[in-house]
């Protein structure tokens, strides 16, 4: 093939690819519009006190963590040259959470082991980075008070070992009589923690499933088998019904992990060290029980998000109050 071929047919695919792009972003883009849109009403429900102001303190920090995560692992796939769709968020309108997170499909064999592990390393530990600077931000903002027995139901979220420490640098919580009410920002960091260490637990296709498999190969089923079924067990054992849906999605994408084009490829001891160090995220991250519907006062070891006591208003405005004092002029405002 001459020179002037092989430009002309390069150039013809680059015309035909630019043709596909506006098409292929817009379902991504539309979803992305429609999760920043579920994330804010959320945030202003219930973390936000009725206030605007509260509703972007959630939802702009659990978008970027989210999106910093969709775009470690998008940048990778273009740096490997795996043909892969834009990032898919996933919009849901109901708290805690406002979404379901994102996905990315993609499409071909990966080329070896190197590149899956990249692919499905940086997703979380772009996510993780953002997350712990929300988190300070959040935490600094948040504060302690006293866990009164609740005249309605309070909304409560189990703190992950991570969580916990964290707050510690910030607060005594020695003192049983109280709890931590969280800033909307905390509670973004917290959403975003959760998800990424949920992501991270090594099965499947799900992240910790791509970096199992980069690091054991073919032996990484049998991991990912005994730990589904220690899980499957948990469940049952301790009557946490609410995974039955999450281990069923596992189960129905299958524990094994399909080969890469080359799995020969060495790894080298930095990401060796690296994938098992993400992965023991997992262990600091995540909450078994994460969130709780309580007709008492709530321990220590939760933190209080929302309360639904008899008056909507007097909700709001003692929210408002626990988070940090934003909001509450408008709340006064909208009872005069």
Do not use: C
């Not at 995974?243 to 080969?259: C, D, S, Y």
């Amino acid at each position: 093939m001459d020179k002037t071929t092989e430009n002309a047919e390069t150039t013809t695919a680059d015309e035909a690819r630019e043709k596909r792009t506006p098409s292929r972003w817009r379902k991504p883009l539309l979803l992305y519009a429609a999760t920043w849109a579920t994330t804010t009403f959320v945030g202003f429900v219930f973390y936000g006190g009725g206030s605007w102001l509260g509703a972007a303190l959630f939802s702009v920090p659990l978008m970027i963590i989210l999106t910093a995560h969709e775009l470690g692992h998008y940048w990778q796939t273009r740096r490997y040259d795996i043909p892969s769709s834009p990032p898919f968020f996933i919009p849901f309108p109901l708290p805690p959470f406002g979404t379901l997170g994102a996905l990315i499909r993609m499409s071909g064999r990966v080329p070896n082991a190197k590149a899956l592990f990249d692919v499905g390393v940086s997703g979380p530990l772009a996510g993780f980075a953002a997350t712990l600077v929300f988190l300070a931000i959040g935490l600094a903002n948040s504060t302690l008070v006293d866990a009164r027995p609740a005249t309605g139901e309070t909304l409560v979220f189990g703190e992950p070992l991570l969580f916990r420490w964290a707050s510690l640098l910030f607060f005594d919580r020695s003192d049983p009589t109280q709890v931590l009410t969280m800033h909307p920002t905390a509670a973004a960091a917290w959403v975003g923690l959760f998800l990424t260490t949920l992501n991270l637990f090594p099965m499947g296709q799900l992240d910790g499933g791509h970096v199992l498999y980069a690091l054991l190969r073919r032996r990484a089923v049998y991991f990912s088998t005994a730990l589904f079924i220690a899980a499957a067990g948990a469940v049952f054992l301790f009557e946490r019904w609410n995974w039955l849906v999450m281990l069923f999605l596992i189960a129905f994408f299958g524990l094994e992990h399909p080969p890469t084009a080359d799995d020969s490829t060495r790894l080298g001891p930095l990401r060796t060290a690296i994938g098992w160090g993400t992965l023991a995220l997992v262990a600091i991250g995540f909450t078994p029980n994460p969130v709780d519907v309580e007709s008492v006062a709530p321990d220590s070891e939760k933190s209080v998000f929302f309360r639904n006591e008899p008056s909507e208003r007097a909700a709001v405005a003692d929210l408002g109050a626990r988070s940090g004092n934003f909001g509450n002029e408008r709340s006064e405002q909208r009872k005069s």
